[in-house]
């Protein structure tokens, strides 16, 4: 009579086709990392023709003052002055640049400035997807928004979207908004000299104001019209004129 023999057992599944909570981890967090990659592209993509309805920023201020001035306009309706003095004051090499002005980066390492670096780029894609703050975080998230922002939109578009979440006084957002709160008028009928004001603001809403610029700053803003002038002989405005 034969003897019976005992089943074998089942082999434990172990190895690369097993279940592990790390390997699944892992899946989790590269599945929530090209997720968020994705939606962040669709997100910039989307500025390009659609108007931005607000910013973290704006929503922010309209929390603590309880209302703030803002209303869109598009750039061919605002004086072709304005943009030239915005970028005269704020990156006079923007046709220039692809997001990052190397030049004016190494200038300011070496003199040590809190400031001056940061293109007209850089400066949409923190007020219009990010925070304001100084955390590594942030500023790696600008640095690879940034030529994104670059390769697909235009270079008037991008103007025209820092012209109208730019902040120009406390609650103040925006070229229309900023044209009617200090001289009553459109953004399509700024003087070179106003415009030159208005963009002499812009580094610090809080603390300098278009209506009553002290010594230093009429100084800065004679600097700014010059400026001006000069980019639209130059060439350096072809990008972003008509």
């Known amino acids: 009579m034969a003897r019976k023999t005992k089943p074998a057992r089942a082999k434990r599944t172990t190895g690369a086709k097993g279940f592990t909570p790390l390997r699944t981890l892992r899946r989790w967090l590269l599945r929530g990392v090209l997720g968020f990659i994705l939606l962040m592209l669709l997100w910039v993509l989307s500025y390009r023709v659609i108007n931005p309805p607000t910013t973290i920023y704006i929503q922010s201020e309209k929390r603590y003052l309880g209302e703030v001035e803002r209303k869109w306009v598009d750039a061919d309706d605002v004086t ?3 943009l030239r003095a ?12 692809m997001g990052f002005d190397l030049e004016a980066i190494k200038t300011a390492i070496d003199s040590g400035a809190n400031r001056g670096a940061s293109t007209i780029t850089q400066q949409v894609v ?35 979207v820092y012209l109208n979440i ?73 990008c972003f004129e008509d």
């Open 80 to 82: 072709p002055v304005m």
């Open 86 to 97: 915005v970028v005269a004051a704020e990156d006079a090499n923007f046709c220039l640049h």
């Open 126 to 160: 923190k007020n219009a997807f990010l925070w304001h703050g100084r955390s590594w975080g942030r500023k790696a998230l600008e640095a690879l928004i940034t030529p994104v922002v670059e390769l697909t939109w235009p270079k008037r578009r991008i103007l025209e």
């Open 166 to 238: 730019a902040e120009f006084d406390e609650g103040v957002f925006g070229i229309h908004a900023a044209s009617w709160h200090y001289f009553g008028i459109g953004p399509e009928s700024l003087s070179s000299a106003q415009a030159a004001r208005l963009a002499m603001v812009l580094p610090a809403p809080k603390s300098r104001s278009a209506e009553a610029p002290t010594p230093a700053q009429r100084r800065r803003i004679a600097v700014i019209e010059d400026g001006a002038q000069l980019i639209a002989n130059d060439g350096r405005a072809a």
